[in-house]
C-alpha cells in the first residue's frame, strides 16, 4: 500500500492517511527506484519519509530524495524515531517561507512511538513529533530535499515491513536459564540475517539489560570470516578468540548462538571456534539439539493455579480450598502467591485494619515475616538458581512506596532488605508488581501504567533499572498484569474497549483481547506459559488462550470477588 501524500490541488497541507499494519517481519522490496517525476514538495518529504525505513546500500532508497549534496554528505545516526502511521507533510507559515521561489519549507508533524536505539532495541515513549526540511527545485524541475535529518524518522508500519524482530539469549545472572533480548535487525539482503544477529549477539546484551544478565561468551570473541552458508547446507559461525574455555561453558554459548538463530534461518549451524568444533564432538547443531533452558522459570504441569477468595486460598483445578491454614480459614488471606516449584506460599494476612506477609510451605503453617504496612501487593517469588535450591525470595510493596525483598536466613527465617526503586517510583506508586519467572525483569502496575524495569543486582544492593512505560498514552487504567512468557505480558485494565490486553516487553504493539462475555471491570489476571489466561470481572472468572478467542466461563468460578494466580 502506498501512502498517499499531498497533490497540488491541495497548497497548505497533506492529510494524515493510516497505513495498514504489516506483520513484523515482513519484507520490502528493495530494490532502489528512481521517485516518480514531477512529484510536489510535500510528497518528495512524504516518500522521503517512507523510504528512510529502508536501510539497505546506506539508505539508498531515501537518498533518491536527497539533492546531490545532500545525497553524498548525510550520514544517518544510530538512533531512528519510529512515528504513528498517521502524519501531516505541511508548508510552512508564509512569513517563514524562504526568499527563493525555489525553495520550500515543509514541516513533518505526528507522533512519536519511540526509538531504535544503536543496540538495536526499541524503546517506547510517546511525544508530539516534528521535522523541518528544506526542498529545493533542480535545475531539471524536479524537488530535492537538502538537510536530511541526523535521526531517521519512519513510519510504524515500514519499520516493520522492513526490521525483523529478533530474541537475543543471554542468562540470568546466577543461573542458566535463557533470557530473550528483543531486537531489531534490518530484513535486507535476507542472506545476512544470521550475520547480523550474531553481530548483535557478539556486543552483548541491550543497554536495558546490561546488569541484568550475563554472556558466556568471553570479551574479545569474534568472527573470524563471514557467517555464511556452505554447499551443503549448513550455516558456518567461525568465531574466534574464546580462549580456554570449560566444556559447560561452551555448551551455554552454542546454545546462545543457536537458540538466537532460530528467528532467522532453519539451516542446521555449525559452530567452530578457531577453526575446531565450538564443543568436541558436536559440530553442526539443530535447535531441538539445544536442552532446555527454561524449567526453572516454567511451573510444572502439575501446578494448574490458585485463587484467593473470600480469605481463603482455592485451587482453580478443582476449586476446592487447600490443605493447611491458608484453605481452611486460620488466615484472613487478601492475596498470596506460589513459588515457581509450587512448594511454598506467601501470603497477604489482613490484621486489625494492617497487612502483614507470612511465608510457608504449601499446605502448612506459614510464619510471620516483620514486614507490615497499610498495603502489601500480592507477592512474587524470584526463581531458584537450580533444579534442586530452595525458593528463598519474595518480593512485595509496601504502601506503593518501599519494594521489599524478603530473603529466608540461614536459621530458616526471613528478614527484610529495600529494593532500589527511585526511578520506578518518579513514575508514581506501584500497585501490582511481578517478577519475570527468570528473575531479570520486573512488570509493574505504576500511577495505572505498565512499566517494565530491568533487575540489576549488585553485590550487596538490588536496584529497578531502566523503567519503561508501554504505551504511554493508549494504555491506561491498568490494574493487574502477568507474565504470559518471557517477553510477553498480559494486562487487565479498566479501559471497556480493552479490558483485557497483550503486550510485547519493548512496548512495540498492543493486541486487545477480545471483550466479548466479559463484564467490566476486570479486577485480576494471571498467566503463565502453556496456560491458559485466565481474568476475574465484576461476574467471576474467565479463560482464553489467546488474542481473538471468546472468553469461555472457568469451571470453577466462586465469585466476582475471586483473584486468580498461577506460580510466580
Known amino acids: 500500500m502506498v501512502l498517499v501524500g499531498g497533490c497540488a490541488g491541495i497548497p497548505d497541507e497533506s492529510q494524515p492517511v493510516a497505513v495498514p499494519q504489516q506483520e513484523l517481519g515482513q519484507i520490502a522490496n528493495p530494490d532502489v527506484q528512481q521517485p ?34 545532500a545525497s553524498k554528505n548525510w550520514q544517518p545516526g544510530k538512533i531512528a524515531n519510529v512515528i504513528d502511521d498517521q502524519f501531516n507533510t505541511v508548508y510552512t507559515a508564509a512569513q517563514d517561507l524562504p526568499a527563493n521561489p525555489n525553495q520550500v519549507v515543509v514541516m513533518v508533524r505526528g507522533t512519536n512511538l519511540g526509538t531504535l536505539g544503536a543496540d538495536s532495541s526499541f524503546l517506547p515513549s510517546r511525544s508530539p513529533f516534528e521535522l523541518r526540511l528544506l526542498v529545493n527545485k533542480q535545475s531539471d524541475g524536479q524537488w530535492r530535499i537538502s538537510n536530511p535529518p541526523a535521526n531517521i524518522a519512519m513510519p510504524y508500519s515500514d519499520f516493520n515491513a522492513n526490521y525483523v524482530r529478533v530474541p537475543v539469549y543471554f542468562f540470568a545472572q546466577d543461573s542458566n536459564t535463557t533470557v530473550p533480548d528483543l531486537r531489531y535487525v534490518a530484513g535486507k539482503p535476507q542472506s545476512g540475517l544470521p550475520a547480523r544477529v550474531v553481530s548483535l549477539l557478539l556486543s552483548g546484551p541491550s543497554d536495558q539489560l546490561i546488569g541484568a544478565v550475563r554472556s558466556p561468551l568471553p570479551e574479545g570473541t569474534n568472527t573470524e570470516g563471514n557467517v555464511t552458508t556452505t554447499p551443503d547446507g549448513a550455516l558456518v559461525v567461525p568465531l574466534t578468540g574464546l580462549g580456554d574455555q570449560t566444556p559447560e561453558v561452551r555448551k551455554l554459548i552454542a546454545a546462545q548462538i543457536v537458540l538466537s538463530l532460530q528467528a532467522v534461518t532453519t539451516n542446521r549451524v555449525r559452530l567452530l571456534s578457531d577453526g575446531n568444533p565450538l564443543v568436541d564432538g558436536h559440530e553442526d547443531w539443530l535447535f531441538t539439539d539445544v536442552p532446555s533452558y527454561t524449567s526453572l522459570a516454567s511451573p510444572g504441569a502439575d501446578l494448574q493455579g490458585l485463587m484467593t477468595v473470600g480469605g481463603r486460598i482455592r485451587s482453580l483445578a478443582d476449586g ?57 501487593t500480592r507477592p512474587t517469588w524470584r526463581p531458584t538458581a537450580t533444579a534442586d535450591g530452595t525458593a528463598g525470595e519474595v518480593w512485595t510493596v509496601v504502601d506503593g512506596q518501599a519494594v521489599v525483598r524478603v530473603l529466608r536466613t540461614s536459621d530458616g527465617g526471613w528478614t527484610g532488605q529495600a529494593v532500589n526503586a527511585e526511578e520506578v517510583l518518579t513514575v508514581g506508586p506501584i500497585t501490582t508488581l511481578r517478577l519475570s519467572r527468570d528473575g531479570s525483569r520486573a512488570a509493574m502496575v505504576v500511577n495505572g501504567q505498565l512499566v517494565v524495569a530491568s533487575v540489576v543486582r549488585a553485590q550487596d544492593s ?104 498461577y506460580p510466580g
Open 320 to 376: 476446592q480450598p487447600i490443605n493447611g491454614p491458608a484453605g481452611q480459614g486460620g488466615y484472613q488471606v487478601v492475596s498470596a502467591a506460589q513459588s515457581i516449584d509450587g512448594r511454598q506460599l506467601a501470603i497477604v494476612e489482613s490484621d486489625n485494619g494492617r497487612q502483614r506477609l507470612r511465608i510457608g510451605p504449601y499446605g502448612s503453617a506459614a510464619q510471620v515475616v516483620n514486614l507490615f504496612g497499610g498495603t502489601l
Open 36 to 69: 516518480p517525476r514531477d512529484l510536489d514538495p510535500l510528497t518528495v518529504v512524504r516518500d522521503f519519509v517512507r523510504a528512510s525505513a529502508q536501510p539497505i546500500s546506506n539508505n539508498a532508497s531515501a537518498r533518491m530524495y536527497l539533492d546531490d549534496g
Open 462 to 565: 538490588v536496584t529497578l533499572r531502566g523503567p519503561r512505560i508501554l504505551q504511554m498514552g493508549t494504555l491506561n487504567g491498568v490494574v493487574d498484569v502477568d507474565w504470559l512468557g518471557q517477553d510477553t505480558l498480559v494486562a487487565a485494565t479498566t479501559m471497556p474497549s480493552q479490558p483485557v490486553v497483550k503486550v510485547p516487553i519493548d512496548g512495540l504493539r498492543l493486541d486487545p483481547f477480545n471483550s466479548a462475555n466479559l463484564t467490566p471491570p476486570v479486577t485480576g489476571i494471571t498467566a503463565a506459559p502453556g496456560r491458559p489466561i485466565v481474568v476475574a470481572d465484576s461476574s467471576g472468572l474467565w479463560t482464553a488462550s489467546d488474542v481473538g478467542e471468546v472468553w469461555r466461563p472457568h469451571p470453577h468460578s466462586f465469585s466476582p470477588r475471586a483473584a486468580p494466580f
